[in-house]
């Protein structure tokens, strides 16, 4: 089945035309969302902690801002940009005492929808436009002109127009120059977990680290493991990005390209492919999801507690002093 791609004639910015658009959080995609929309022409309130830091940057950036509740009230559009860990506790006290009724709830990630930590009323549209780029990248694509492709999503269609007021957000980010990709909450919640935890975020780290201490132990220099097997991953990593995977193999050494391709295989096996499926069974099954949100309740103990661990290794202390040598001197 061909997935349909959205471009700038399928979206009308007119779906949003004197509309009200709270934007609820002011943090990594929060920020350049509201900017963005704004800069579209649309009516943009940012929701925020009265004498936060975030209250004097929206200020600062010359947006509406106004405390959570004041945001909300009257809103035709919530856009909740908040972390999946705090969402459920502000929907809870300070966004449905004062959700307008038909008003429409949109989300950047299908997390907090997926699992039932939210649940709206049935009169509300319930949509997800998720730019598949941190929030500065949203940004400054859109500043170039352009604009980052996005998924969006219909959980539920009260007004009948729910699909429109998606598109029309995110021709307001920009993302239909690009294109945006239609999926469901459940669908982007879990393989967006699965991405982070097996490939972007939990695997690379521990690949990298593993190389790392494997040449350390057997003798390498530690400024020579970290060129090898991290500085260079962001070259590699351009390339696959700009042209797939045959374009990386055609631009590396035919040594390189004999080496990976004949011993990937003794990194990545079947084991691994095992882990991969039961990193998927624990986010499909929600046990991921009670987990993480186990450690909500004790103020992220844990994580705090590995991030501790992971800043003192030796690769993050080798890599603070290889970094410096790229610094422009002023």
Not at 42 to 52: E, N, P, S
Not at 249 to 269: M, P, Q
Not at 296 to 308: C, G, I, P, Q
């Amino acid at each position: 089945m061909v997935t349909k791609i959205y471009h700038d004639p399928d979206a009308d910015l007119g779906a949003l035309k004197g509309k009200k658009i709270a934007v609820i959080g002011y943090g990594n995609q929060g920020r350049a969302q509201a900017l963005c929309l704004h800069d579209s022409g649309l009516q943009v309130t940012v929701g925020a902690r009265k004498g936060g830091e975030s209250w004097d940057r929206v200020q600062e950036d010359g947006l509406k801002v106004a405390d959570i509740p004041a945001a909300v009230t009257g809103a035709d559009v919530v856009m909740i940009l908040l972390p999946d860990e705090v969402q459920p506790k502000v929907y809870r006290d300070q966004i449905a005492p004062n959700l307008k009724a038909g008003a429409a709830l949109e989300f950047a990630h299908g997390f907090a929808i997926t699992f039932k930590l939210i649940a709206p009323p049935k009169n509300c549209d319930v949509i997800m436009v998720a730019p598949k780029s941190p929030g500065r990248m949203v940004r400054q694509t859109f500043l170039e002109g352009f604009g980052v492709p996005s998924l969006i999503a219909v959980e539920q269609d009260a007004s009948g127009s729910a699909r429109k007021i998606a598109l029309a957000l995110a021709k307001g980010l920009g993302s239909t120059k690009a294109g945006v990709l239609e999926t469901d909450f459940r669908e982007e919640a879990t393989s967006d977990l699965f991405g982070e935890q097996a490939v972007l975020c939990g695997g690379v780290t521990a690949l990298i680290e593993a190389g790392f201490d494997t040449l350390v132990k057997a003798g390498y220099k530690p400024e020579i493991a970290y060129f090898e097997v991290l500085h260079e991953l962001k070259l590699i990593v351009d390339l696959i990005q700009a042209g797939g995977m045959m374009h990386m193999w055609d631009s590396v050494s035919n040594t390189a390209e004999y080496g990976g391709l004949t011993r990937r295989d003794l990194v990545i096996n079947d084991a691994s492919r095992e882990a991969m499926k039961k990193i998927l069974d624990d986010i499909n099954t929600g046990r991921f999801a009670e987990e993480w949100t186990k450690e909500w309740k004790v103020d992220l103990a844990n994580m705090k507690k590995l991030e501790k661990e992971e800043s003192e290794k030796k690769i993050e202390k080798v890599g603070q002093e290889i970094r410096q040598l790229f610094e422009r001197k002023k």
